[in-house]
Each structure stands twice: as C-alpha cells, then as structure tokens.
C-alpha cells in the first residue's frame, strides 16, 4: 500500500481507493491484523467478526471495480458503538445478555454508512445503556486506555470502545452516541476529534434511548480534518456532499472566527489541564484567532440540576421500569446507583425540569454574544485508574466531576466538538472542547479544522498512543 494507513487522511485514503491504487480488501486485512495484535490488550469490542468485514470490503472492491461509487465511505472500516442497531450483530447495549431482536433494526445513521458500502468493523464496548461516563462495564469490563501502558485507565464512556478502535487500527472511523458528553469524552482521553451534533439532525432511531431530548449519534476521528469528512459523510443536512463541503473549509483560518474563552469550564482542573489549553489558545491568537472572555448564562444551574439527576433520571427509569423491565436485575451497579434518586421521582419533577432546560437553553442561545464558538477544557480532570472507581460510589463521585464539561452543552442544547490539544501531568490527552448555538454544526467543525492547521495533527502534537498504533 502506498499510503501508510495509521497516519494518513480519510481524503486521502478516499482517493487511493477510488484511483484504485488501495483496495477495500487491503484496508480490511489491515484492520483485522491490527486487531489481532492489540484487540485481546485494548478490549474495543463487544461483538468483531473477521468474515463479515472481509464480505463487506469485497462487495465494496466489487463495486469499484464496476466503476460504481456509491459514497464517500465506500471500502472504510467503521466501528458502531454497542447501543445502536446493526443487521446481522446482536445489540447488547452493555448488558449481561443480548437485547431483543427489534434493537438490531438499522437507523438512518448506520443505513447511510451501508448505502454507501462502508465496512462495519463490528459493534464497540458501551457502558450497560449508556448511563455513565468513566467507561465501566461490570459485565464485561472497560476497554483499555490505550495512552497508558501501565495502569488500566478510564476510556471515558459510554461510547468507550470508540476511540480505542481508533487506537486498535481497527476503524477509521467510530460512531457513538453523546447525551452528556459520550462522544466529546472518549475523543478526548484518546487524543481524538469528535463532535456531538445539535440534536434532532442526526436521527436517534435504531438506538438504544438514554434521554430522547438530549440523545444523538456522533462520530469520532483521529483527527478534526477526518472528523469533518466522516461528519459530511453521513449528515442529513449536507446529504454526504463531502467534497463541497471540504472545499469550504479548504480556505478556513483561525482569524475568521470570534472565539470566546469561558473561565468557568476551567474549574477545578487536574494539573496539566488548564494549562494545554491556555498554551493552545496562546498559539491560536498569535496565529490571529480573535479571542476573549466569554459567559454562557445558566452553566451553574444547569450543572445543578445534573448534579440532581437532570432529565437522564426520569427518561431512563421509565425506559427501565417499562419497556426494558427483564434487564433491570441484571444493572451494573454503577447504573443502578443512579435509579435510587428515582423511587420519589415524580412526573410534574420532570416536566419542570425539562420546561426550567428548555428556559435556560433559550437564555443560553441569546446570550452567545458575538462569539463564534466558546471554549474550555472538554474535561477537567486526568481519566481515572479503573482500580480507584471500582464501588459505585467512587464512580459515581468522579462520573459527576468529568461529566461537568460536556453535560452542560448538552442540556443547553448545543452543539460541541473536540479537538486534542497536549498531555496533561500524567502524560494523558486533554481535548478543547468547542461549543456552538444549536444548528452551527458547521461553524463549530470550521473552527476545529482551523485550530488544527495552527496546532498540528493529532499525530504530531501528541505523539503515538503507548498501546495504539
């Protein structure tokens, strides 16, 4: 192969496939023997069959060799988090058993990547129904950290095997699902991109509800470059029209965009945190991005109200009581922690909480000023050893801290990206998180590939992952 596949570019990799100078079935086998090298040491999956992958790359070769092209991920290996529906994988949704049948069905995300025979390198560990943060699974374990060697650290969650099938080489891209930061935290303790989309755009059906309000699929990348090709590829809105939309951006500079600084995602970092960003949005402004302080109203209330549960309280335990009520011994215990607050739960609670949501998400949008973005540490904190969150209570305490983030853009309704931008003091990634008003999904990609230009790929800011490839 004449690209080196574990650096090179969705684009690029596009091209060598179309030119036929790379073959879907190469890809493929590349991938596979990636997983059987690190896959038993970084535990991405929950269901992988080698067989399948190698059908859907030959239909994809077959294709090419047609002359059909059929999408922008045509011969790609896309990992599909363990929540959202796929054809011929069972869906286990982090539970003990596999979930009923109806839970395989394929929504418009997953379709849009076999409409355009893209390669589903199999389902991705989650958190047991996507109810927490820090990636633990009592049932069948965390996936591994791949930025240390030594101790077995949080992933982040609960797409947890997203960004670690990255890592693995195993996919080139990695589709979760963020309701308060699933998709922005995994991204960022694996030093890659990702975005949670303004919700509604992306449709939830064929997934697994945690919170209908707040859910949506995103993807996660290596880095923000793919991660707006992989977002064009699938996204209802720009209807996989990739080249327009990377032509767009081909022209983007950091001096375009207004860039508000909000002291208060900077709370109570872990050393080495605040300090990545600071140093990042340092180099930003001398490469002539326009930025100063900023407020997002509301962000303590809102992040109260999670404290007490936000809306996940309600949603999930109607869903669990209902419609999933077998499941409910089988809970992790750290998931079944979080119901206890529910036994006094009412529904008038609800639906004030969800109106007191709906109010400050509206204050939230108008009070954006003249600010492009607004910007902070995606997460505050180093990603935990797995040994020191083992009772429910010890999660539980550090879920509330690393949800602080993201939880609030998601409440607010906005969207958000994240991009890489250092090693903390534990030598761990911290991502900038990037926060938009609901619907500028656009801008909010624009500025990330733009502060990308300035702080260099992935690749070359942070390094190679100890563990990845």
């Known amino acids: 192969m004449a690209l080196d596949l574990a650096t090179a570019a969705l684009s690029e990799i596009a091209v060598a496939l179309r030119a036929g100078d790379l073959t879907a079935s190469a890809v493929a086998e590349w991938a596979i023997g990636n997983h059987e090298q690190r896959g038993e040491a970084l535990q991405a999956y929950k269901s992988w069959d080698a067989e399948k992958i190698r059908l859907e790359a030959a239909a994809a070769d077959a294709a090419f060799a047609a002359g059909v092209h059929l999408g922008p991920l045509q011969g790609m290996p896309v990992s599909i988090k363990d929540l959202i529906g796929v054809s011929g994988y069972p869906t286990f949704a982090g539970c003990p058993r596999e979930l009923p049948e109806v839970w395989q069905a394929e929504g418009p995300v997953v379709r849009a990547i076999h409409n355009q025979l893209g390669v589903i390198s199999g389902k991705a560990h989650t958190v047991q129904f996507a109810f927490g943060g820090m990636g633990a699974n009592r049932h069948w374990g965390a996936p591994r950290n791949p930025w240390d060697a030594v101790d077995h650290r949080s992933p982040a969650g609960s797409s947890s095997g997203a960004g670690v099938s990255l890592h693995e080489g195993s996919a080139l891209l990695a589709i979760g699902t963020d309701t308060a930061g699933s998709v922005r935290m995994p991204a960022s303790v694996t030093g890659c991109a990702g975005i949670r989309p303004t919700p509604g755009r992306w449709s939830t059906d064929g997934i697994v509800p945690l919170v209908s309000s707040?859910?949506?699929?995103?993807?996660?990348?290596?880095?923000a470059a793919d991660l707006a090709y992989g977002f064009a590829a699938i996204d209802p809105v720009l209807a996989g029209d990739v080249?327009?939309?990377?032509?767009?951006l081909d022209d983007v500079d950091v001096s375009d965009f207004r860039i508000g600084v909000c002291d208060w995602y900077f709370r109570d970092c872990d050393p080495g945190v605040a300090e990545r960003v600071h140093e990042a949005l340092a180099e930003l402004e001398k490469a002539g991005a326009r930025v100063s302080a900023a407020t997002i109203p509301h962000l303590d209330d809102v992040s109260a109200l999670n404290d007490l549960g936000g809306l996940h309280i309600g949603e999930f335990s109607s869903f669990i009581n209902n419609e999933m009520r077998d499941y409910k011994d089988d809970l992790d215990p750290a998931v079944a922690i979080r119901l206890a607050a529910a036994e006094n739960y009412t529904a008038a609670e609800h639906l004030r909480r969800v109106?007191?949501?709906?109010?400050?998400?509206?204050?939230?949008?108008?009070?954006f000023g003249p600010f492009d973005v607004i910007v902070g540490p995606t997460i505050p904190v180093t990603p935990p050893k797995m040994s020191d969150i083992e009772t429910p209570e010890t999660h539980l305490a550090?879920?509330?801290?690393?949800?602080?983030?993201t939880v609030t853009a998601s409440l607010l309704h906005q969207?958000?990206?994240?991009?890489?931008?250092?090693?903390?003091?534990?030598e761990m990634p911290v991502g900038m998180q990037i926060v938009g008003r609901p619907g500028s999904d656009e801008t909010a990609l624009a500025v990330a590939l733009a502060c990308e230009r300035v702080l260099g790929w992935p690749r070359e800011r942070l390094g190679r992952s100890p563990m990845g490839i």
């Open 214 to 223: 707040l859910d949506t699929p995103g993807p996660i990348t290596r880095s």
């Open 355 to 367: 109106r007191d949501v709906e109010r400050m998400a509206a204050a939230a949008d108008a009070g």
């Open 398 to 405: 550090a879920n509330t801290r690393f949800v602080q983030n």
């Open 415 to 426: 969207c958000a990206a994240t991009v890489p931008v250092g090693l903390d003091s534990e």
């Open 243 to 248: 080249a327009s939309f990377l032509d767009m």
